[in-house]
């Protein structure tokens, strides 16, 4: 299964953008790129996700390296309640779906 | 509805005991996932039902034993479980075509086996 490598801790101020990078090197070109975000005590929530071109939605936006083996999520203005374990996740057709270590993304006022 | 439900919430049963974790959607949702998560852990995938058919089994041992009565429940049959079973189980849908459609998580039920 292709893996993801994610950077175990990341810190940002409030109201500013904050980018999260994914490194996917083994990626295939069915894979699609998958952002989910996990709050304490909560579930994972899906964020956004993407095959090849950059995507936007109302909670992130998603930029996606020509070669595919890297991506980054950015947060365009963080606020505290973004504080959470970001996970980067690559979905192949046959059904798995494969966490990476994820970033503890830590929001200061 | 965007929700997934799960019960219970919490669970401390034996390593003798047989308990059952439920799941519930009603997005219309034909894929329905169990992933166990450690604590500090990402979630590691367990099993994946499409159609109400078991399409991926990860290798689970058998004291885990899935159900998909229907289009709308997922069970997680526990049996003869170890202590280092105990974790948050994770229940997730989404629309079949895997790959391409976001998933639905429940907000789990953590175990605790003694």
């Known amino acids: 299964d292709a893996k993801t490598t994610q950077p175990n801790s990341m810190e940002s101020n409030e109201e500013e953008p904050v980018h999260l990078p994914c490194n996917h090197s083994?990626?295939?070109?069915?894979?699609?790129i998958h952002w989910y975000r996990q709050l304490p005590s909560q579930g994972p929530e899906y964020v956004i996700h993407g095959l090849t071109s950059n995507v936007n939605n109302r909670m992130a936006s998603m930029a996606i390296a020509e070669d595919r083996k890297s991506s980054t999520l950015i947060l365009h203005r963080a606020t505290l309640r973004d504080a959470a374990v970001y996970y980067c996740?690559?979905?192949?057709?046959?059904?798995?779906?494969?966490f990476g270590d994820g970033t503890t993304l830590t929001v200061k006022p | 509805d965007t929700e997934v439900t799960q019960t219970p919430k919490h669970l401390v049963m034996g390593m003798t005991n047989k308990k059952s974790l439920k799941c519930e959607q009603h997005m219309g949702h034909r894929a329905m996932y169990w992933y166990k998560q450690k604590a500090k852990k990402p979630p590691e995938l367990m099993f994946v039902?499409?159609?109400?058919?078991?399409?991926i089994n990860e290798s689970v041992p058998s004291r885990f034993s899935p159900e998909c009565p229907n289009s709308s429940l997922l069970n997680l049959h526990l049996h003869a479980l170890q202590p280092e079973d105990s974790a948050l189980y994770l229940c997730a849908s989404s629309q079949v075509g895997q790959s391409f459609y976001e998933q639905y998580f429940g907000p789990g039920t953590r175990l605790t086996v003694t």
């Open positions: 039902y499409s159609y109400e058919k078991l399409s």
């Open positions: 083994t990626i295939s070109g069915t894979d699609y």
């Open positions: 996740i690559l979905k192949g057709n046959a059904g798995k779906s494969t």
